[in-house]
């Protein structure tokens, strides 16, 4: 769904702040920008809300409701005009701490998770934890949504109700994966593992090998990632052929032959020890 | 993907049907919960190669096709016995016994739920509600609705059906 | 010589007229055989039977009698007493007619014009014979408006459902109303979704109406996922024409030209005659462009469902149709603004569309004369489970609970006594015996901790487990969730586990104050209406129930006989005569001994299935007991639920 605020400005109320903003626009993004904090999980700046882990849940009202409230998701509820909006009720921290108990029976091993649940005063989960080891997995669905946004769709939900998980097509290696790592490196429990190793990386059981830069060596980006978005963005597989700092290199050399100046390496700062990111790939800033 | 003990590996069956029920429907991801019903339908399950080809025609990725099959319950991706027993749960059917023939049915064909016969004869299948519930317990074996069964009808069932083939 | 049909009715005229003659032409017949093919009785074999009257008439060169009709129609709701075949105009109504019977009838009945009393209804309660379909306790108390035509039309005939009315309000509506004054007209009516919100149908229109867009859409709702309800696949397989017709009429109200039935694949009678009748439809010209001449255009099409209970709901219902998967959005944003493919939609159930012609053509007033304060009309019901008869009921709202089960339904089986009736599918709840009294509508029920829902009705006596019955709702929805928000997956997956446990004799005290605090955050934290209503089983009979729970989690004894693993049976020696009865029932063979001798059980054998007990009902030589030990029996593996096919 598409979304478009209206664009009206109206004045709210959070946590007894009076807000501005405009009509349609989803209450998360109102408060963040007011700095005030709602936990959320399954939310991302480069995708659509989903509404799906719920931990954005706040309790709104108006004062022509009589009294009546209801909890709704920040994530996804459009503003409107005398909105009231509390972000700490205890309805709200009720629900929150529900979930964080299921999703500690869910995944009991995963650090993510713990930590989550000792903020909300949860050592233990009141409910029966998975027996197994878990994938640690809490279905919040954002590698599904980064992967479909940048296009390769490689990912998808299997099965529905308690038996839903996050897998390729016939739960196998994803034919479509281009091995981007944009789905890990989104994932709030980090429970997609990536591992790289001697100029492969293997990701969703799929092995890939990864470009060298043609200068200095070091790994880039996966072939398939590197035909995908040199397709896709119009830059053509060259564009991989170099990393960022020997193609930075190139053209100090370029220009320095044209200026016909010296150059020195030094001048051009240290090589950043991050590892490269292509085009398409996502940052966190949770 | 590891397929259950009881259904064997059986070859991928002609894919030519596909393309004349994909030829039936618009080229769209609107269409792809029709085609798979038909495709369904004509191989008794979704082969592996025919959601490929799904997926290709309708410029749908096959992951979102596999997605689909997998959460509608009437898809099956894995091969179906000849005859298809499925046993109304519905309420009025669970409280008219039907857990009680569950159990009888998997007793008598040696399989669970959701399995099918190594022989490829049966598939038992429960089913929530098949709006039957006037005449329950409910089991559909093939083409035929059985009503008001008990446990002990359950091996005439079986039978019955065993006898048509 | 029987009418044809024109090719297309040009003008609302041409249809009045031909709708009168069709009228007239069938009122002249001497007799018309009417022969139940609902699924219901094509289950019972109706199809045989049908068949052997075709077979036996043409024999007797009475086939082509003008004076004689031989129909099969859709269901007459008495499903249990199938095959049925009623003949009009008299009313005979025969029940349980095998294809053997059929000579005999057309000899005694359609040629000699006599009654075949072994054929007719017998009452269990008086004991009497019954002639005539409307003196059926079951039918007296009924009232058809939605189900007005069904099992008198042959749904594969436009001819008889036009001899019936069919597409008089849609002449009217599109022909003298504008869409202002449809809308009025449901508005007044009082109508409310039929599926089991309650939403008022003619606000829901106006909603629509006014949403900006020129591209709109009226969808059909027919995935009748509530099991235990089957009025939606009753009506769509026996009149689908007044289906079509409700769609015409809301289409032109709310500015559509586009329509979807969504039909459970389930229900491939449904999809066939719901098919066959928009071909029929749209070759006569009530449908497609230019409807009866008025310059309105609209057609519908048929969206198969894959068999999700989760699609009832609206929204993803929408996404079904679009070819996705069925996984509902948060509905800040109505489907009247922003619904199939992101445009105006109107979703309405299929007993809603079935009731918007009569409302149209009858008026307002007349629909809301039937109901309640704020539940107008009447309601079908499909009254299942532990009562004597089971089928398809219509009747006003505001009936009693009381009447329902036991004037129209007979009472319990086996004259066992009442425990509850569930309500409202699995968004719904049990009822309790001391709410009897209450009269049906949306507010009452809904006090009642239930709903209405989809119209299921489902009785249960004290032989059925309320702890057994939340846990398999539980189990239902845990399946059935599309698993998209967590309240929802993960607290039907722990709220299945503790019923386990509890049945097994393993629950704990704490397990009903746990369940009751993560019922109450599912409710208010859930993203869709069926995740927020997943708790409403386990909630009312932790309301009305908790002493079974007590009994189950404490004294480790399940009060129904009904939990295998706390409870075992035996023969009480004095009472028993040697019948046999259970020992032909017995599926372990685990009950030996001779005729008119003592019986015996054989606790290694039995599996506490309960189906001897069922049977000793006029000895009642079979008691069951709390299993020694009970705790001893080990918990199943945590979210180790039975195999689905995908798992």
Not at chain 1, 29 to 48: L, S
Not at chain 1, 84 to 100: D, M, N, Y
Not at chain 3, 587 to 605: E, F, N, R, V, Y
Request: proline share 6%; aromatic share 6%; charged share 20%.
């Amino acid at each position: 769904m598409s979304h478009e605020p209206s664009g009206r400005v109206v004045k709210i109320e959070i946590d007894g702040r009076v807000v501005e903003a405009r009509t349609g626009e989803f209450l998360l993004a109102v408060a963040r920008r007011a700095g005030i904090d709602i936990p959320a999980i399954c939310q991302h700046e480069a995708v659509d809300p989903a509404g799906n882990c719920r931990m954005c849940l706040v309790e709104i009202t108006k004062a022509s409701w009589d009294g009546w409230s209801r909890l709704v998701t920040a994530c996804l509820y459009p503003t409107e005009q005398d909105l009231i909006v509390k972000t700490h009720s205890a309805p709200v921290i009720e629900a929150r701490t529900v979930l964080c108990d299921l999703w500690l029976a869910r995944c009991p091993d995963s650090a993510y998770v713990q930590k989550l649940a000792a903020e909300f005063g949860i050592e233990k989960t009141s409910y029966q934890p998975a027996a197994v080891p878990t994938d640690q997995c809490i279905l919040c669905g954002l590698c599904i949504r980064v992967c479909e946004k940048l296009g390769p769709a490689a990912i998808y939900t299997v099965n529905r109700g308690g038996r839903k998980k996050v897998a390729g097509p016939f739960e196998g290696p994803p034919p479509d994966c281009i091995g981007c790592a944009a789905c890990a490196e989104v994932c709030p429990t980090s429970c997609i593992t990536v591992a790289e190793r001697d100029g492969t990386r293997t990701i969703w059981d799929k092995e890939f090998q990864l470009l060298a830069c043609t200068t200095c060596g070091r790994t880039l980006v996966t072939i398939e990632e590197a035909r995908y978005f040199g397709r896709k963005g119009g830059l053509g597989e060259s564009y991989y052929q170099l990393c960022d700092r020997c193609k930075r290199l190139q053209t100090a050399q370029q220009a320095t032959k044209v200026a016909g100046l010296p150059l020195t390496v030094g001048g051009l700062g240290e090589a950043s020890g991050r590892p490269f990111r292509s085009p398409g790939s996502l940052t966190t800033s949770r | 993907m590891s397929a259950t003990a009881a259904a064997p590996a059986i070859p991928e069956p002609d894919l030519a049907p596909v393309d004349a029920i994909l030829a039936g429907y618009p080229q769209t991801e609107t269409s792809l919960v029709q085609v798979l019903q038909d495709v369904n339908r004509t191989f008794n399950y979704l082969p592996c190669h025919a959601l490929e080809k799904v997926a290709a025609s309708l410029g749908v990725p096959l992951a979102r096709v596999f997605s689909v099959a997998t959460f509608y319950k009437a898809f099956s991706i894995k091969p179906r016995g000849k005859v298809i027993i499925r046993i109304c749960t519905g309420t009025a059917c669970h409280i008219r016994g039907a857990p009680l023939l569950v159990d009888e049915f998997v007793r008598h064909l040696g399989i669970r739920a959701g399995e099918t016969t190594p022989d490829m004869g049966f598939t038992l299948e429960t089913v929530n509600c098949v709006g039957a519930c006037a005449m329950a317990p409910v089991v559909i074996a093939g083409p035929r609705h059985h009503g008001g069964l008990s446990p002990a009808d359950v091996p005439d069932v079986i039978q019955g059906k065993s006898d048509d083939d | 010589m029987t009418t044809s049909l024109p090719a297309r009715f040009g003008v609302p005229q041409e249809l009045e007229a031909r709708c009168a003659r069709l009228k007239a032409e069938r009122e002249g017949k001497r007799l018309t055989i009417l022969v139940c093919c609902g699924t219901g009785c094509l289950a019972n074999g109706s199809a045989k039977v049908a068949d052997a009257f075709a077979r036996e008439l043409h024999a007797r060169g009475i086939d082509a009698d003008v004076g004689l009709a031989f129909k099969r129609t859709g269901c007459h709701g008495f499903c249990q007493r199938g095959p049925l075949v009623v003949m009009m105009p008299d009313e005979t109504f025969y029940q349980r007619v095998k294809p053997k019977d059929v000579p005999k009838i057309v000899e005694q009945t359609v040629v000699g014009g006599k009654v075949i009393a072994t054929l007719l209804y017998k009452d269990p309660n008086s004991k009497q014979r019954i002639t005539r379909y409307h003196e059926i306790p079951f039918y007296q108390k009924q009232t058809r408006v939605a189900m007005r035509n069904i099992g008198l039309v042959d749904p594969r005939d436009l001819r008889d459902s036009l001899a019936r009315g069919a597409y008089l309000a849609v002449a009217k509506a599109l022909g003298a109303m504008t869409p202002e004054q449809v809308i009025a007209e449901v508005d007044q009516s009082g109508l409310r979704g039929r599926g089991g919100a309650g939403f008022s149908t003619g606000r829901k229109w106006r909603s629509a109406r006014a949403a900006p867009g020129e591209r709109k859409f009226v969808i059909c709702n027919g995935d009748e996922g509530d099991p235990g309800a089957f009025k939606d696949r009753s009506i769509l397989e026996g009149d689908p024409h007044s289906v079509i017709e409700g769609m015409i009429i809301g289409a032109y109200a709310v500015g559509a030209h586009e329509g979807f039935v969504y039909v459970r694949e389930e229900y491939p009678l449904a999809v066939e005659n719901l098919g066959h009748a928009l071909c029929d439809a749209r070759a006569a010209g009530l449908l497609g462009r230019n409807i009866l001449g008025t310059g309105f255009d609209f057609d519908v099409q048929i969206s198969r469902g894959g068999g999700a209970f989760v699609c009832g709901e609206s929204s993803a219902l929408m996404k079904s149709i679009a070819g996705m998967v069925g996984e509902p959005r948060a509905k800040y944003i109505h489907a009247t603004d922003r619904g199939l493919f992101d445009l105006p939609s109107v979703l309405n159930n299929v007993e809603s569309w079935s009731d918007v012609p009569v409302i149209i053509e009858k008026g307002a007033a007349w629909f809301a004369a039937m109901g309640t304060a704020k539940s107008k009309g009447t309601k079908a019901f499909s009254l299942v489970g532990k009562v004597k008869n089971t089928g398809l009921v219509e009747t006003p709202m505001g009936i009693t609970l009381r009447e329902l089960i036991f004037d129209i339904g007979g009472g319990i089986l086996n004259d066992r006594p009442f425990k509850a009736v569930q309500t409202g599918g699995p968004s719904g709840g049990c009822v309790p015996a001391h709410l009897l009294d209450l009269p049906i509508d949306y507010e009452k029920l809904t006090e009642a901790g239930s709903m209405m829902g989809s119209g299921g009705m489902i009785v249960m006596d004290d032989r059925t487990c309320m702890v057994d019955v939340a846990r398999y709702f539980t189990r239902f929805l845990w399946d059935e969730s599309c698993g998209k928000c967590t309240p929802c997956r993960e607290g039907l997956s722990q709220l299945q586990i503790v019923h386990d446990r509890i049945c097994r004799g393993l629950g704990r005290e704490e397990d009903l104050p746990l369940m009751e605090r993560l019922g109450a955050v599912m409710e208010t934290a859930a993203l869709c209406a069926l995740g927020k209503s997943a708790n409403f089983p386990v909630k009312s009979t932790l309301q009305y129930f908790r002493d079974e729970y007590v009994a189950h989690v404490r004294d480790k004894r399940c009060p129904a006989g009904i939990c295998k693993d706390l409870t075992i049976y035996r023969i009480i020696d004095e009472q028993c005569n040697g019948c046999g009865a259970c020992l032909r029932v017995c599926p372990s063979k685990a009950i030996t001994g001779k005729p008119k001798q003592l019986h015996a059980l054989d606790q290694g054998l039995c599996i506490s299935c309960g189906a001897c007990f069922d049977v000793c009902t006029p000895m009642n030589a079979i008691a069951f007991d709390p299993r020694p030990h009970a705790a001893a029996v080990p918990p199943a593996a945590p979210g180790a639920a039975p195999a689905r096919r995908n798992s």
